[in-house]
């Protein structure tokens, strides 16, 4: 796992090349669904993406409604206690 400009870096990415094209540059506090640079049937694949990053399985069971809010969220929830701010 990278530092966390690193990840930062590597979701930015992801989601942009995801998005559809009339969407607006995503940063790290844009609303990933509510802005429509992602949907829902994005999210299997943004766990999957999370989970080569952080080197370990994400529990599905533990998964809250706006662990995919924004890209400061993802980091926040998943990849926090690993990566120093």
């Given at each position: 796992?990278?530092?966390?400009?690193?990840?930062?870096?590597?979701?930015?990415?992801?989601?942009?090349?995801?998005a559809?094209?009339?969407?607006?540059?995503?940063?790290?506090?844009?609303?990933?669904?509510?802005?429509?640079?992602?949907t829902?049937?994005?999210?299997?694949?943004?766990?999957?993406l999370?989970?080569?990053?952080?080197?370990?399985?994400?529990?599905?069971?533990?998964?809250?409604?706006?662990?995919?809010?924004?890209?400061?969220?993802?980091?926040?929830?998943?990849?926090?206690?690993?990566?120093?701010?």
């Amino acid at each position: 796992m990278g530092n966390e400009q690193d990840i930062r870096r590597e979701l930015r990415q992801w989601v942009d090349s995801k998005a559809r094209h009339d969407t607006p540059p995503v940063d790290d506090t844009t609303p990933l669904l509510a802005s429509g640079a992602l949907t829902s049937l994005h999210i299997p694949e943004l766990i999957l993406l999370i989970e080569s990053l952080h080197e370990r399985l994400v529990d599905i069971e533990h998964l809250g409604q706006g662990d995919f809010l924004d890209i400061d969220t993802i980091v926040e929830r998943f990849f926090a206690t690993e990566v120093p701010a």
